[in-house]
């Protein structure tokens, strides 16, 4: 193995040696001129190429043979170059001429080179000259101008400064040209010259001229808005493409841009590109506004050089209405380019008055005016194609606009797409939101745009590693909700869920709950759980009857000692109601009866005698004896019930003698006053009445 390699590295080095000590290559044929700068020279001048070894030393020599066989030679050196004194060759006739080559290797001589001495004079350079007009010409002199001599042919080319090609016109005998047409306004060029005099050879290129030719920019400014994600939201940052040079035809200064509030007012605005003051951020390819747009309903704008402006561009900020085409229109993208195509929607509220349809990308997480593109298409155009480096992984939000002649936007319909497709983060929130007997409701917040990794196709959703459900995940940007159906009562469950992209599944999250019983064994053990509360509050609850029984058994037969007053039963229907229900008539004297509004006339009040002995439960004032009337002085510890026994008694016996005697001696009694010892003693007196 070693010998291999040994003799492998020998092989090399002895191809290469042999490759250095090969035949000298010869140099190439001599170029010879006789140079005329201010004035034609006398001597001619020489020289060539030729490709040796710079390790290798090799010398060089000029050599030369008149036509008469006269040879002569001149020794360079290592130099390529060398001259022919004027007095080796004669004027005017033929001369042949070679250059050789010597080193250690050996010698070379190049090809001969013929000529006439007459004929290889070789005028300087042009020198050239511009005005700025329109259209643009320059201008040259030569030595070949001078008197002795005469001008030959000349040659132009010229280039913008940005390409490697030349354009090369011949122009002959003049010193003037003009450019009508050729060159493109606000593009730097590159111009050179060369002329030949009426004899000899061809001058060397003159030395390179720029020239930058302006003129006022054309056409409009292509300015549109971006307003994030959604395409729709609020504020938006005005953000237009920079004039192609063929429109800015010079050095564009600055812009002046025309703000129309929502309340029908203008601010004019001028931005500076040499001093922008923040107002104007610009790359390579466009510039957007930096400052909100709010309040504002409509702009314009128009760029500017030191030669005029462009015509005003008009856009209006706030999308009118949102119209979603029946057929959503299809994305295709990759890392390298992103194409759109649709199919023209048919329900916009005036179709022929749409001009154009606008295609935008937004990438998601970037700031207003960045990570963002669009295009203006014809409206009989259906498909756009965007060129560029999309970043894997990463989700962009493409819309399509229709652009009425109004210059009003509709927002046809916008999706989300990536450039490449990885595996999704895991969901988040997911949680059990409401638990039955037989189901359950479940809750999970989306995966954050920004870490999908890829377009989500839907959730997969697993309960015991058994049964596995895929809920749709459309839309892509609300919190979903799905219903576990056929459980089991009573019984625990564990149930996790993931999200999937065409490049698989993401991480699982994972929960855990218990269903509930069945209602009829909630109500039973609900009425279980009533009865036993009864019984244990049953005794309570009777023994509390008890004592308020007694309670109001006690306080009923005090009460008389508290009124005094007494109604009268001959005048009352009270009685007459109630004369046949009552056994205690004390018992219902402090009861409240059904009578509704007792009339005065109707109810008699009369004054009794508590007993002596009852007589400490009220105060002194209260326990002055009453007045006692003939007949009724004798009272027994019954609190009156005598009393009473004899007035319901004779109201007895009046309902025995009939309805008409009782009539006459209600008649009598009120035609004459009655005196008796019962008024006396029952009917309240005046001054009590008045006290009342």
């Not at 005005?238 to 050095?251: D, E, T, V």
């Not at 812009?255 to 590109?273: D, G, P, Q, R």
């Not at 194409?339 to 023209?344: A, M």
């Not at 929960?511 to 509050?537: A, N, P």
């Amino acid at each position: 193995m070693a010998a291999g390699w040994l003799l492998s590295i020998l092989v090399v080095n002895m191809s290469l040696l042999f490759a250095a000590a090969g035949p000298l290559e010869p140099p190439s044929k001599p170029e010879c001129h006789i140079p005329c700068n201010v004035s034609c020279g006398d001597d001619i001048h020489c020289s060539w190429n030729h490709r040796f070894d710079p390790q290798v030393l090799t010398n060089y020599s000029l050599h030369w043979e008149t036509l008469h066989n006269i040879e002569g030679r001149v020794d360079t050196g290592t130099s390529l170059s060398g001259l022919i004194d004027r007095e080796r060759f004669v004027k005017s006739s033929e001369l042949r001429v070679w250059a050789q080559a010597v080193s250690k290797h050996g010698s070379a001589k190049s090809q001969v080179v013929i000529f006439n001495t007459g004929d290889i004079m070789k005028p300087s350079s042009p020198v050239i000259s511009w005005s700025p007009q329109d259209p643009l010409e320059i201008s040259w002199s030569s030595i070949c101008q001078d008197p002795h001599l005469s001008l030959g042919p000349c040659d132009v080319r010229f280039r913008p400064e940005v390409e490697k090609l030349w354009h090369e016109e011949e122009v002959g005998k003049q010193v003037i040209y003009e450019f009508s047409g050729l060159i493109q306004a606000g593009l730097v060029y590159e111009f050179q010259v060369r002329c030949s005099c009426n004899t000899g050879m061809m001058s060397d290129w003159s030395a390179t001229h720029r020239i930058s030719y302006e003129k006022a920019p054309t056409g409009q400014m292509n300015v549109w808005r971006d307003c994030g994600m959604p395409a729709t939201s609020i504020d938006c940052a005005m953000i237009w493409k920079r004039l192609p040079l063929s429109q800015a035809r010079g050095h564009i200064l600055g812009y002046e841009v025309k703000l129309f509030s929502k309340h029908s007012t203008m601010a004019l605005v001028n931005i500076s590109v040499a001093e922008p003051r923040g107002r104007l951020v610009c790359d390579e390819l466009q510039c957007y506004f930096n400052s909100s747009l709010k309040s504002v309903s409509s702009a314009s704008i128009s760029a500017y050089n030191a030669h005029g402006a462009t015509v005003p561009s008009y856009l209006t900020i706030a999308v009118p209405g949102e119209v979603r085409s029946e057929h959503p229109f299809d994305v295709r993208m990759n890392m390298a380019n992103l194409t759109v195509s649709w199919e023209l929607p048919s329900q916009l509220p005036d179709v022929t008055s749409v001009k154009e349809y606008v295609v935008q990308y937004k990438e998601a997480g970037s700031l207003l005016g960045k990570g963002f593109d669009w295009i203006r298409v014809n409206k009989s155009c259906a498909t756009v194609t965007f060129t560029g480096r999309f970043e894997k992984h990463k989700p962009y939000q493409v819309s399509l606009f229709a652009v009425t002649s109004s210059q009003e936007s509709y927002h046809i319909s916008s999706v989300i797409d990536y450039s490449g497709h990885g595996i999704p983060a895991k969901v988040r929130s997911f949680k059990v939101t409401s638990i039955a007997a037989t189901h359950a409701t479940l809750f999970w917040e989306p995966v954050l745009l920004s870490m999908q990794n890829g377009l989500i196709l839907h959730y997969e959703i697993g309960v015991h590693g058994q049964t596995v459900y895929n809920v749709s995940a459309q839309p892509q940007d609300e919190n979903k909700t799905f219903e576990l159906p056929n459980l089991s009562p009573g019984q625990e469950y564990e149930v996790w869920i993931k999200a999937v992209t065409k490049a698989g599944p993401g991480a699982n999250v994972t929960t855990s709950f218990i269903t509930k019983q069945q209602e009829h064994h909630e109500l039973k053990s609900k009425s279980h759980v009533f009865v036993l509360l009864l019984l244990l509050c049953l005794p309570v609850i009777l023994c509390c009857l008890l004592v308020l029984f007694s309670f109001h058994k006690g306080t009923s037969k005090a009460c008389l000692c508290i009124k005094e007053n007494v109604p009268d039963p001959y005048n009352s229907t009270i009685f007459e109601m109630m004369k046949y229900q009552v056994n205690e008539p004390l018992a219902w004297i402090c009861v409240p009866i059904h009578e509704p509004h007792p009339i005065m006339s109707m109810l008699e009040v009369v004054e009794i005698q508590c007993p002596t002995w009852e007589r400490k439960c009220l105060p002194q004032d209260q326990t002055t004896p009453a007045v006692a009337s003939e007949g009724y002085t004798k009272r027994t510890h019954r609190y009156g019930k005598d009393e009473y026994s004899k007035m319901v008694d004779s109201e007895e016996a009046k309902d025995v003698s009939g309805v008409a005697g009782r009539d006459d001696s209600w008649s009598s009694s009120e035609e004459e006053p009655d005196t008796s010892g019962y008024e006396q003693h029952f009917m309240p007196t005046a001054v009590e009445i008045l006290d009342a």
